[in-house]
């Protein structure tokens, strides 16, 4: 490995002891002589024996046999997937230049031995950007409670948890890791259970075109699962011929008690003029629009269309009846329409 440091500060101290008396005063007669400038014996630099080594063959050493393995790769783990985390990208460093200065001061009794540390750091703060991003990676996604229609039954899809890294407790894990032994097996790192943004159902909408009937649900939680209850059924009036109320699966983004009904901008409505709350709203006493455009359930002045295709595509009901659905449902509740 080529060395990565040439400080001059560090060649001018190695050229000035080099240039100082071999042997420091009171050292035991019976000790290895080395040349002037060398480590004495018996000095380790984490467990590597720099023992007679001028600086710059003590430091390449140390960078052989010793961080070298501190540079390799961290092999990491996540729900049995596996990755490696530079330590370059955490920001690993070694200070053997440090310690290899200490080196040259130590003077070991005969048959012993001094082993210098070296000084190891990361930065935590890029280890947190690398996990971040890994996040991002390896998330499994939870999935939100659903409806889906089976014929005309709505069903209930369960919501499942996701899961991530959990990047405090990972930190907290790895940030060490760089500075220790590197273990047989890679880390595992920690994960956190995500919970899906929606868990339960509430009411659902299906309409049936074919008989004229608007059926209300509700999601109810039962021993061993979860399930669409039928709460309510009412009678209802569906677009003409020429004004068919479309199918498809559509959802409540609106509601309106006494609404004013402003005229579409559609041919059949031209020349018309807004219509204020009252009896002869066409709308009746609520709205409850949907994600079809400009289509709603309403009520109506005209309570004899009930039960056919008289209208210009919206969902007409009784009065009674949409001020009774108007409370049980929200904003977002899914709308299936079927022919």
Same mark, same amino acid.
């Given at each position: 490995?080529?060395?990565?440091?040439?400080?001059?500060?560090?060649?001018?101290? /190695?050229?000035?002891?080099?240039?100082?008396?071999?042997? $420091?005063?009171?050292?035991?007669?019976?000790?290895?002589?080395?040349?002037?400038?060398?480590?004495?014996?018996?000095? /380790?630099?984490?467990?590597?024996?720099?023992?007679?080594?001028?600086?710059?063959?003590? #430091?390449? #050493?140390?960078?052989?046999?010793?961080?070298?393995?501190?540079?390799?790769?961290?092999?990491?783990?996540? #729900?049995?997937? +596996?990755?490696?985390? %530079?330590?370059?990208?955490?920001?690993?460093?070694?200070?053997?230049?440090?310690?290899?200065?200490?080196?040259?001061?130590?003077?070991?009794?005969?048959?012993?031995?001094?082993?210098?540390?070296?000084?190891?750091?990361?930065?935590?703060?890029?280890?947190?950007?690398?996990?971040? !991003?890994?996040?991002?990676?390896? +998330?499994? +996604?939870?999935?939100?409670? *659903?409806?889906?229609?089976?014929?005309?039954?709505?069903?209930? &899809?369960? @919501? #499942?948890?996701? +899961?991530?890294?959990?990047?405090?407790?990972?930190?907290?894990?790895?940030? @060490?890791?760089?500075?220790?032994?590197?273990?047989?097996?890679?880390?595992?790192?920690?994960?956190?259970?995500?919970?899906?943004? &929606?868990?339960?159902?509430?009411?659902?909408?299906?309409?049936?075109?074919?008989?004229?009937? *608007?059926?209300?649900?509700?999601?109810?939680?039962?021993?061993?699962?979860?399930?669409?209850? %039928?709460? &309510?059924?009412?009678?209802? $009036?569906?677009?003409?011929?020429?004004?068919?109320?479309?199918?498809?699966?559509?959802?409540?983004?609106?509601?309106?008690?006494?609404?004013?009904?402003?005229?579409?901008?559609?041919?059949?409505?031209?020349?018309?003029?807004?219509?204020? @709350?009252?009896?002869?709203?066409?709308?009746?006493?609520? !709205?409850?629009?949907?994600?079809?455009? $400009?289509?709603?359930?309403?009520?109506?002045?005209?309570?004899?269309?009930?039960?056919?295709? $008289?209208?210009?595509?919206?969902? %007409?009901?009784?009065?009674?009846?949409?001020?009774? /659905?108007?409370?049980?449902?929200?904003?977002?509740?899914?709308?299936?329409?079927?022919?």
């Amino acid at each position: 490995m080529p060395l990565p440091y040439r400080r001059p500060a560090f060649r001018l101290a /190695l050229a000035a002891l080099a240039a100082a008396p071999a042997l $420091a005063a009171g050292q035991a007669t019976d000790a290895p002589a080395f040349p002037a400038g060398t480590i004495p014996a018996g000095v /380790l630099i984490q467990g590597v024996d720099v023992s007679g080594l001028a600086g710059l063959d003590a #430091r390449q #050493r140390v960078y052989d046999q010793f961080v070298a393995g501190r540079r390799a790769p961290m092999p990491v783990t996540f #729900r049995g997937r +596996e990755f490696a985390i %530079r330590p370059d990208a955490v920001g690993y460093r070694a200070d053997v230049d440090a310690t290899i200065m200490q080196a040259f001061a130590q003077v070991p009794a005969p048959g012993t031995y001094v082993n210098l540390p070296v000084r190891e750091s990361i930065s935590r703060a890029k280890l947190r950007r690398v996990l971040d !991003w890994r996040a991002t990676q390896y +998330e499994v +996604e939870g999935r939100d409670a *659903l409806v889906v229609l089976r014929g005309r039954q709505p069903i209930i &899809r369960k @919501p #499942r948890l996701g +899961e991530q890294i959990n990047v405090p407790k990972s930190l907290a894990l790895l940030a @060490p890791a760089f500075t220790a032994p590197r273990p047989a097996s890679p880390y595992a790192l920690i994960g956190k259970r995500v919970r899906p943004s &929606r868990t339960s159902v509430g009411s659902v909408i299906v309409i049936d075109k074919s008989d004229f009937k *608007l059926r209300l649900y509700r999601g109810t939680t039962k021993r061993g699962g979860s399930a669409m209850k %039928r709460v &309510r059924t009412y009678p209802i $009036a569906i677009g003409q011929a020429a004004h068919p109320t479309p199918t498809g699966n559509y959802s409540v983004i609106q509601k309106q008690k006494n609404p004013t009904w402003f005229p579409p901008d559609s041919p059949w409505a031209a020349g018309l003029d807004p219509v204020p @709350p009252g009896g002869s709203n066409p709308l009746g006493t609520r !709205w409850i629009g949907t994600s079809a455009p $400009a289509i709603g359930m309403h009520g109506t002045p005209n309570p004899s269309s009930i039960g056919s295709a $008289a209208s210009h595509g919206c969902i %007409r009901m009784y009065m009674k009846d949409v001020e009774n /659905l108007y409370p049980r449902v929200r904003i977002g509740t899914p709308v299936f329409i079927r022919s």
